[in-house]
């Protein structure tokens, strides 16, 4: 174990916020840059400052593109880079539009959901959720 860290990893407290319907991302005490995806140092500056604080779920998508399957296996679906207000980008699905309806540009809402039976943040088109 290291001295940095000291219970639950950065993944499993990111789930578990998800689990309890909470969009949950880093940040550094010192610098003020907002971090994702989970970590126990801030990238760049080797700061073991991060503090756990609630993303506004405001994004834009930055890329996108169709993942497509038989309607059998659930049919086509989206998938998407988004920029989060607060400074990262982040993998995920939007969702309340057609898969090839999403944008560059799109401006998108986070919301708690579930993928393969586990909490997720997805995203839906502003005006869509």
Not at 51 to 76: H, I
Request: proline share 6%; no cysteine; glycine share 12%.
């Amino acid at each position: 174990m290291s001295a940095y860290f000291d219970g639950p990893g950065p993944e499993a407290q990111f789930k578990a916020f998800l689990a309890t319907g909470k969009f949950m991302i880093q940040r550094s005490a010192s610098s003020g840059e907002h971090v994702f995806y989970p970590r126990t140092i801030a990238p760049g500056t080797g700061t073991a400052d991060l503090e756990w604080v609630e993303a506004s779920g405001d994004g834009t998508v930055y890329a996108t593109t169709v993942n497509r399957q038989r309607p059998e296996k659930g049919g086509d679906y989206n998938i998407a880079l988004i920029d989060l207000t607060e400074g990262p980008r982040m993998m995920a699905r939007v969702e309340g539009v057609a898969p090839d309806a999403v944008t560059v540009g799109m401006r998108v809402k986070a919301r708690i959901g579930e993928l393969a039976g586990e909490p997720a943040v997805i995203f839906d088109a502003e005006g869509t959720a």
